[in-house]
């Protein structure tokens, strides 16, 4: 079955304490994205990822680190998490061109909060 | 630059009623556009989209759109909604030379019984 699959689904941490949540597809999708959702703010880009060690930053980067190293996985590490950065995440993934109409597809989402 | 704003962050509507979700865009050049559901505590689907053709587009779950480059708009209709129906709609809009999609800031459609 094609799809995203999102590690944890739910996580409850402190202020500091580094922590990683994985995001993983099976369509072979060169363009994957990190997201944050946020009530009355929508989907706010974080990183995105046009191919493998291909990485850049969406519309609000800080605090969040990404990687690629291979094409199904884009992992989003927040270092030192504070408070603010308590929300639902969701990874997406895409075939990729400029001229091409993909659909992204989106994992479950990760309920993070940051006490 | 794309953008996109959705005109209504919460859309009321009784059981059976039609309703309609509005959603502009601005794009200086050809755009993709499309619609996503995302029902509670899951994530985005994809509900339709307007690649070229014909200007309406059906969807899954009876839902329809209709894009109209004249006013730059791509607004949700459906002409009876179920309690089912009850989700966060998003629009997303993904110019021919962009490589990323824009999204609104989402609606949420809640049908009363």
């Known amino acids: 079955e094609a799809q995203v699959t999102q590690n944890p689904r739910y996580l409850i941490t402190v202020t500091g304490k580094k922590l990683t949540v994985t995001c993983s597809q099976n369509?072979?999708?060169?363009?994957m994205s990190w997201y944050r959702q946020d009530p009355g703010l929508g989907l706010r880009q974080i990183y995105y990822?046009?191919?493998?060690?291909?990485?850049d930053k969406g519309d609000v980067p800080e605090g969040y680190k990404v990687s690629r190293k291979e094409k199904r996985n884009f992992p989003l590490i927040l270092e030192s998490p504070s408070p603010n950065q308590t929300s639902l995440y969701f990874c997406?993934?895409?075939?990729?061109?400029?001229?091409?109409?993909?659909?992204?597809?989106f994992g479950p989402g990760t309920r993070l909060t940051v006490l | 630059a794309q953008s996109v704003t959705q005109l209504d962050s919460q859309v009321p509507v009784f059981e059976e009623a039609p309703v309609e979700l509005r959603c502009n865009y601005s794009?200086?050049?050809?755009?993709?556009l499309f619609w996503y559901v995302q029902y509670p505590n899951q994530g985005l689907q994809l509900l339709l989209k307007?690649?070229?053709?014909?200007?309406l587009v059906k969807g899954i779950n009876g839902f329809e759109a209709e894009f109209n480059k004249s006013q730059t708009s791509f607004h949700l209709r459906k002409p009876s909604v179920h309690i089912s129906d009850t989700a966060e709609y998003f629009c997303?809009?993904?110019?021919?030379?962009?490589?990323?999609?824009?999204f609104g800031r989402g609606t949420s459609l809640i049908v009363h019984p």
């Open positions: 990822s046009m191919n493998v060690e291909v990485t």
């Open positions: 369509m072979n999708h060169e363009y």
């Open positions: 997406a993934s895409s075939f990729q061109g400029t001229g091409s109409y993909n659909e992204q597809f």
């Open positions: 307007y690649l070229s053709g014909s200007t």
């Open positions: 794009s200086s050049v050809s755009v993709y």
């Open positions: 997303a809009v993904k110019s021919g030379g962009s490589y990323i999609p824009t």
